[in-house]
């Protein structure tokens, strides 16, 4: 175990899955000599050459269709897209062949392609740098996604990510690269938590409380500070957005009787909507009170000094708390 | 305007050339007679699979009549290492390939969403989106690169794919990394019903010098011709002297499918200027010339192509119907619980109308 | 009134719009000599000119793009998507630019931009012909999202949609575009219902069933035949799918405590997710059961052959009223 | 190789040319002077940025040093009623057009998205996403096509910009609709850190021909060429004789962003040869040739200079942050109720506080 930022964690299980496989290639803009502008990338190029670790034209489907025709014939890609909101010029390539390509073929071909994304805000940045896009990805069969909170989860989940034959969108929350966790790089994959389980970030019996990528920090803030009032919260760490681990979430629920849902990005079609709806579904007869998602506004990502007003923060996702603890006052 | 390659004019003349004779120079009577076949075969194919779609058997059909030659002449020139990623017209093209006619037709009956093994064949499914497989043949030429290998990526593309983003950033790609791969642009004239003067006011083949792609235009409706060319860029390419594009020029001489009506849009004149262009009646005349063109060779080819068209016709119809829980297959490749869930309840909703 | 198809009505619409307004221009592939594919635009370059109705290059970013900048010039750009799967090319223009620009420049740019696309599937077509890919637009805030179920509302939505000064992303279903209706192509917009809101298409008590688009007439067959088994269903046409009419919604479903959401489109994360999150949200005590999400699976858009499979169709639609009726042995 | 367009060599000698010499016969010492002055201006706008950034006042800064010439040429050249799409980094266009100099840095100090009112101005708010603006000129070009107007669109893209499947699909659509605009590319060596011989391995004035779309490389660091050839450009595409594409040679001096750190990817030899072609010392030094840099001149450019620094520090500080409801407004035109029930909800949560 050493003491690593998600960056540097993130660098470590990249160069584990270059060491352990040859068939792993990095491609991305600036992520070569540069080391990328978080340095995820950092000395990997140096480590494993141009071949493997490539510095590409700056296009972002370009990017994406290459990776795609390195997966056929028989690379691991795993493509950087430099900011969340650079993906989009790729989203026909995702879309289309990185997710359909296994299921087009009969499972001739499979596309092992891991995306990874920076994502979210809470960075002070310019537009376009704080985006959540989960949504797209979860509502296109096809792809995995995960985002994770904890370097260690970075470090691992990555690697899983990557040896996956199934192409997986990974995000990586910008407002976490700095911090720092113990991390065990060479963790055996097979011991660790599978890609496509949540982890229980925190015991608790009286709401439960969702949340991923950037939220999981603010949400276990929350019940340490719902505990002071003594009010008992589970946090579940989702860890994959897609497939979601309803087994985790709805034994939970099914417990609590109340479940908050945080979520970065805008609300409408969200991954917090499809949380709310499934677990309506599967524990209807346990709510106590309507599954309460507290997000992001359904605006576009606004300037830095408005981010506060946006992003969901320890005091909205108590106030949802209180909502669907039905305390008297709060709902809308 | 750069000039057009042509070794068998439209009059069936053999047309010399110091730069491209050499590269065709193998081709005896019987390799001829061998590329006559497969033409005759495949727009036997293309008109068969055309009737069958008239006839219910087939939902649609994107014929590639009048592109015999551009088809032929390239797939031909390909070693079986090499690997094909197409558009949906190069039928001509897969057969060369080896993918079994029958197989041709899969896709186009509704029955599933890719008609072969692509390993098996070295050709991809072929693509629907407009350009996007440039981007794949692309990247699986680096692979061929990174394994040191020298089997080359083809790219089939349309004049109307040249206006598409990922066309260019491909060149892009291509070019930086002296990836071994070739774009051959079909320049049929029409994308649907769109001349191709509409995507561009210059020669396609004019395009990707700016790229640092070295182009030339070709005779699309001359075999001869279209092997020369891909032959000389399958060379650089396998030499390790990166990408090469070719624009093929022909014309569709059929709709853009089945679905299509194209007198809304071109006239008849334009169309019979083209009937005099024919891929296959040059060459036969070549033949003809050479003395290599008999009864026997056109009674051969018939044969074939009457074989083929009676496998066809048999074989597609004995296409069983997918069975309806396949829809929730190989959509991932690993283990996905929630995919399973909504499987299993289709299932019981399903078994509820058995019951 | 004159009876006309789908696909007829909105040739009337467009004509209409060319000759109201001047700044109206039409932009897409095939859409003048050839009329569209489906021909939609059929006859209107000959009357407008190839200025008023553009053929443009093989290239939807580029469409989207160049009409964005023609917005900026004051012109009001309607442009075809010739079909659902050709949208994504130009995701990067409608999410970043046209969805972005009015609040990127405080108001100062209006994009008036209708981005019509053929939707949805049930016509036995080729892949990539038969996308219903409306959640990606609804979960990116600064566009409107509708869908049209009859001749009349296709006629009249156009129109309101092209008159509006937000962009608009208006699906018309393929399978619907030769059904015939009584069209009034000259009803004055502000006499017709607003943008925006929805349709009760038929009245009843004990389930509300809430569709759109191609669903719409399933719907209602549905309701049909529940009748004779004496269930009275609500069909509410949705028509707008973002934003959501809850008002009609919720009203609804206040008084039948059971809600059936029917959707074309994958499950997950998509439109139903939405309303059956919000219906949850706002009519909790009022509710039954929860609400049902009748969908397409979560799958890439399967071959012709399978497509039965995979849309919802009348009798899907009554397994799921029979589930939020609590009929025994139904529940998943 | 094309030939590079200069009429102003790095000495600061001016070179005689035929054919350019007629566009900026017009410019008189005191002409030449205004053009010094404006690249003082801004290069001490870009300082003061950069250093209010590292104040932290600013979240971000983009400098433009070194390209000074680039864009006063180029922006000097263009009419009220020309329209500017840029990038980021085009501040010094900006300047041109009349944008307030604290309105430059209001986007990057984080209070909201656009500095500017685009139609007061005659430019766009600057776009982030690479390339996307080159189809918003072509686009608004076409609009000024059909008023009738003789106004052109100038879009800002920078070499890394090249590869962007946009950029290209601008140039098509450019072409074929024959649109009065001008692709002004500042090669400025790097995209972020990537040189620009990963983007093409040709030079990128070359790219444009395959469009059909003429196109110049022209000495970027050379104030009286880039204004010849953006003249040039200008008249083409007033008299209707559609687009045009300029590569403008130069360098970015500074870092990417002051976010950047460049010596991670590039030596200080490279810089000292730039450092050797300043845009502003060889304009000075033509000056001084001519005897029209005097005490007079430096200090006046001083003064203007000093002025529009302290008018920035004194603005930009001054500048209030958004209210916090104004994070729902203008993100449509017309009333959506949903959004306001949000705003609503938002706008309560937040009184609980004051309460
Ligand atoms: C991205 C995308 N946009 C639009 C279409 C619809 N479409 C199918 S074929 C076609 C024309 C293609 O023309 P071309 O590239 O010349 O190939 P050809 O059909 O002539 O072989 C169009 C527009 C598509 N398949 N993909
Ligand atoms: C679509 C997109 N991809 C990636 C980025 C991240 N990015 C910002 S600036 C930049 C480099 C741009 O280089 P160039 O076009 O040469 O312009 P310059 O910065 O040199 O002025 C990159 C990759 C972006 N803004 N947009
Ligand atoms: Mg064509
Ligand atoms: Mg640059």
Redesign the interface.
């Known amino acids: 175990m050493t003491a690593m930022t998600m960056a540097g964690a993130l660098n470590a299980g990249l160069r584990r899955a270059l060491t352990d496989d040859e068939k792993v290639?990095l491609m991305g803009e600036d992520i070569g000599r540069l080391g990328g502008v978080y340095r995820v990338t950092d000395g990997l190029q140096a480590e494993f050459g141009e071949?493997r670790v490539m510095d590409?034209?700056l296009?972002e489907?370009?990017i994406?269709?290459?990776?795609?025709?390195?997966?056929?014939?028989?690379?691991r890609?795993v493509v950087e897209i430099q900011f969340d909101g650079f993906v989009y010029?790729a989203f026909?390539?995702i879309v289309?062949?990185v997710a359909?390509m296994?299921?087009?073929?009969?499972?001739?071909?499979?596309l092992?392609i891991t995306i990874r994304i920076p994502v979210g805000g809470g960075i002070g940045a310019a537009e376009h740098h704080s985006e959540s896009p989960e949504a797209y990805f979860a509502h296109t069969?096809?792809l995995?996604v995960v985002s994770v909170a904890t370097p260690q989860d970075a470090c691992t989940v990555l690697r899983q990510a990557i040896a996956?034959?199934?192409p997986v969108v990974f995000f990586e929350p910008k407002r976490r690269y700095h911090v720092k966790g113990e991390v065990d790089d060479a963790l055996a994959l097979d011991a660790a938590l599978p890609l496509?389980e949540a982890r229980v970030a925190r015991e608790g019996d009286q709401v439960t409380l969702i949340a991923w990528g950037g939220m999981t920090g603010v949400a276990l803030d929350a019940a340490e500070a719902a505990a002071d009032e003594g009010v008992s919260i589970e946090v579940i760490d989702l860890r994959s957005l897609s497939?979601?681990d309803?087994?985790t979430v709805t034994a939970s629920v099914r417990r609590t009787g109340r479940v908050v849902i945080a979520q970065e990005g805008p609300r409408e079609a969200g991954i917090a909507s499809e949380i709310a709806a499934v677990v309506t579904e599967r524990c209807f007869a346990f709510l106590e009170h309507a599954p309460v998602r507290v997000t992001g506004h359904d605006v576009p990502y606004p300037p830095a000094k408005l981010e506060k007003h946006h992003l969901p923060d320890l005091d909205r996702l108590l106030y949802g708390v209180d909502q669907v603890l039905d305390r008297a006052g709060v709902n809308a | 305007m750069p000039k057009t390659i042509q070794l068998l004019d439209e009059h069936g003349v053999r047309t010399a050339s110091k730069h491209y004779d050499p590269l065709v120079a193998d081709l005896d009577a019987d390799a001829l007679a061998g590329l006559y076949e497969d033409m005759v075969v495949i727009r036997r194919i293309d008109t068969e699979a055309t009737a069958l779609q008239r006839q219910g058997e087939l939902?649609?059909w994107p014929p590639l009549l009048g592109q015999e030659a551009a088809q032929i002449g390239s797939g031909r020139a390909l070693r079986a290492d090499d690997?094909v990623?197409s558009s949906?017209r190069e039928n001509g093209v897969a057969y060369c390939r080896g993918v079994a006619p029958v197989d041709l037709l899969r896709?186009?009956?509704?029955?599933?969403?890719?008609g072969w093994?692509?390993?098996e064949v070295g050709m991809?499914?072929p693509q629907?989106?407009?350009g996007?497989q440039?981007?794949?043949?692309?990247?699986?030429?680096?692979?061929?690169q990174?394994?040191g290998s020298d089997a080359v990526?083809i790219a089939y593309i349309g004049d109307?794919?040249?206006?598409?983003?990922?066309v260019?950033?491909?060149m892009?790609?291509a070019?930086?990394f002296q990836a071994p791969v070739i774009f051959f642009c079909q320049n049929n004239q029409y994308?649907?019903?769109?001349p191709v003067s509409?995507?561009?006011?210059?020669p396609l083949a004019?395009?990707?010098?700016?790229?640092?792609i070295p182009a030339v235009r070709v005779d699309g409706n001359d075999v001869l011709a279209v092997m020369a060319v891909t032959r000389e860029s399958l060379q650089r390419a396998r030499r390790g002297d990166g990408p090469s594009f070719i624009e093929a020029i022909t014309y569709r001489m059929g709709p853009h499918t089945t679905?299509?009506d194209p007198t809304?849009?071109r006239d008849a004149a334009e169309l019979d200027e083209w009937r005099g262009r024919d891929p296959l009646a040059r060459l036969r005349t070549l033949l003809e010339t050479m003395g290599a063109f008999g009864p026997e060779l056109e009674e051969r080819a018939a044969a074939r192509a009457d074989a083929v068209a009676a496998e066809l016709r048999a074989g597609i119809v004995a296409v069983p119907?997918?069975a309806?829980?396949?829809?929730?297959?190989?959509?991932?490749?690993?283990p996905?619980?929630?995919?399973d869930r909504?499987?299993d309840?289709?299932a019981?909703?399903l078994e509820?109308?058995a019951s």
Do not use: C
């Open positions: 290639v071949r590409t034209p296009a489907s370009g994406l269709g290459t990776a795609v025709g390195l997966a056929y014939a028989g690379y890609p010029p026909d390539q289309s062949q359909k296994h299921a087009r073929t009969g499972g001739r071909v499979r092992p069969a096809g995995r996956s034959d199934d496509g497939p979601v309803y087994d | 939902a649609l690997f990623f949906y896709v186009w009956r509704g029955v599933t969403a890719s093994d692509p390993y991809a499914t629907v989106i407009i996007a440039s981007l794949h043949a692309t990247g699986y030429a680096l692979g061929m990174n394994d990526a109307g794919a040249m206006s598409e983003g990922d260019n950033e491909a892009v790609f070019a930086t994308a649907i019903s769109e509409l995507q561009t006011r210059v004019d395009r990707p010098a700016g790229f640092g679905a299509d809304r849009y119907d997918p309806p829980l396949s829809v929730f297959a190989n959509v991932y490749a690993e996905h619980p929630e995919l909504q499987r309840a289709y019981r909703y509820g109308f």
